[in-house]
């Protein structure tokens, strides 16, 4: 039986070690491959005077290294922190003093933000593996309970926080999550979501558990995601909102690629689009495509049958095996069908915490609200945050960051809801809808949209402005639009909403 990730490559080493574990343009590795050069990197980290528990921050971007790297720090028993090497100077000190590394690993030394931190940094590249390949290192042997990765939040709506993660708690979250999605070992994943970012972490995890091909493009753009389907001819296309928006504008190659390798399309880190969706279950037509939500706090959350995504794109779906989802009002009390509520996680896959913020933590995780009294074991649930509801035949529908609610002329407003009917007006590629302090409305709402090709940026505010005088409640209203030629994103892709809240109010 396997229990930890370690286990499941030397399974894999053992099995079918001839097989390609991870591709990236003409570079492969194989699951012996792996193996064996991992094991070398456990002996670099054990000889240099480190030991289990130990944290190493891996500041690379998701490539065959990076995969020895992860799991020769496993090997050793040390903890991985793992952290977009994207991300900001200040976003990277933080992580340094919350994780407290005892080296940073990276591609490039040149690239890190700070180097005045006191920690050692080691290009992966200058350490040799080869000499190393003798070695076969005891090390620490990491138990299901000892803490495995802390990943590092986007930081979109703060400061970026570490979740902290159990080997075991990985694992059987992986085996909950292929087994719905139906991965099989022949599966190519093409992987166009860095490992630092939590979903796709989650893929090179399946790939570990299921046995499957990692596919990672040369880089993140939609030319070297289209040059890796063409190439490598993957059968399964994760991606996230803002990727597959990437795929279907500007002068992507995505509708000229031969895609018919492609079975199943996975998505998650917030809601397609509804003009995007359309277009891609249109040029994808026929295959499975799975809708997901989760946190980086609890792997993963729920899911919408894929026989839905069609009649119920707006929803979430049920929870994954091993969870149940409930919504709490304000006072703690069950919401009602349709009542909007706190979305709350039950059940498995809750991380351990924030690494060395035990305040975020004890407000984040909190004793299950519908645990039998006397339970023992203490359940524990996540209290996720994020405003939602579930519909009458129990399927669940995300409505926002609890947050990001806004109250205009005394109402509760979604920024989300407010979305969703601009983007049905066919005028807007993308859209964000932030509030600004004012005397009279309490939340002025604008909304910072990216036009359609169709409306031309000097005339979309009247236009927008006239759709939504029929469209909403007065309360729900834009005053004002900012119309922008692209929207900014975080370094996971997602739109960044504290960047167009500072911006709006400068304006």
């Known amino acids: 039986m396997l229990t930890t990730f370690w286990d499941a490559l030397v399974f894999r080493s053992c099995r079918e070690g001839d097989r390609v574990a991870v591709a990236q343009g003409a570079r492969t590795l194989t699951f012996d491959e792996w193996r064996h050069a991992a094991s070398a990197f456990a002996g670099w980290y054990l000889q240099s005077g480190r030991g289990p528990g130990d944290r190493v921050l891996l500041w690379m971007d998701s490539s065959p290294d990076m995969a020895i790297a992860i799991l020769g720090l496993w090997k050793a028993g040390a903890i991985v922190a793992l952290m977009d090497p994207k991300a900001k100077a200040a976003q990277f000190e933080h992580a ?30 200058s350490i040799d593996l080869q000499t190393l390949a003798d070695l076969d290192p005891r090390g620490h042997s990491a138990v299901p309970t000892d803490a495995a990765s802390i990943v590092f939040t986007s930081g979109s709506t703060g400061r970026p926080k570490g979740v902290t993660q159990s080997h075991g708690n990985l694992l059987r979250a992986c085996d909950a999550v292929t087994g719905y999605l139906g991965l099989r070992i022949d599966d190519r994943i093409l992987c166009s979501v860095p490992w630092s970012f939590d979903y796709g972490y989650g893929q090179l995890l399946s790939t570990l558990l299921r046995g499957s091909t990692q596919i990672l493009p040369t880089a993140l753009n939609p030319f070297a995601i289209c040059e890796a389907i063409a190439q490598h001819r993957p059968t399964v296309l994760a991606g996230i909102p803002s990727l597959f928006t990437y795929l279907l504008r500007g002068v992507s190659p995505f509708r000229e690629t031969d895609l018919s390798s492609i079975r199943m399309i996975t998505n998650t880190g917030g809601k397609i689009p509804p003009p995007v969706l359309e277009e891609l279950l249109h040029i994808l037509e026929g295959r499975t495509i799975f809708l997901n939500y989760g946190l980086t706090e609890t792997y993963r959350t729920s899911f919408l049958d894929p026989g839905l995504a069609r009649l119920k794109p707006n929803s979430v779906g049920r929870a994954i095996p091993g969870v149940d989802i409930v919504i709490l009002r304000e006072d703690g009390t069950v919401a009602d069908a349709m009542e909007v509520g706190q979305i709350v996680h039950r059940g498995d896959y809750i991380c351990l915490g924030y690494w060395n913020d035990p305040e975020a933590t004890a407000k984040a995780i909190r004793p299950d609200p519908l645990a039998v009294p006397g339970c023992p074991g203490n359940p524990r649930a996540l209290y996720t945050g994020d405003y939602g509801y579930v519909d009458e035949d129990g399927l669940l529908y995300f409505v926002g960051r609890r947050d990001a ?10 920024p989300l809801e407010v979305e969703e009917i601009l983007y049905a007006s066919g005028m807007v590629e993308e859209v964000a809808v932030v509030g600004k302090a004012h005397e009279l409305l309490g939340d002025e709402i604008w909304a910072v949209v990216v036009p359609k090709p169709v409306a031309r940026p000097e005339e979309i505010a009247s236009r927008l402005t006239a759709y939504s005088r029929g469209a909403m409640s007065p309360y729900m209203m834009p005053r004002r639009f900012l119309a922008k030629g692209e929207m900014p994103k975080t370094t996971t892709g997602k739109i960044d909403y504290q960047a167009i809240k500072r911006e709006v109010e400068r304006q």
């Open 96 to 125: 340094v003093r919350t994780v407290v590394p005892t080296a940073i690993v990276c591609d490039d030394p040149a690239a890190i933000p700070s180097h005045d931190l006191g920690v050692p940094i080691v290009a992966f590249r």
């Open 405 to 414: 609610q806004l109250k205009s002329m005394g109402v509760r407003v979604s």
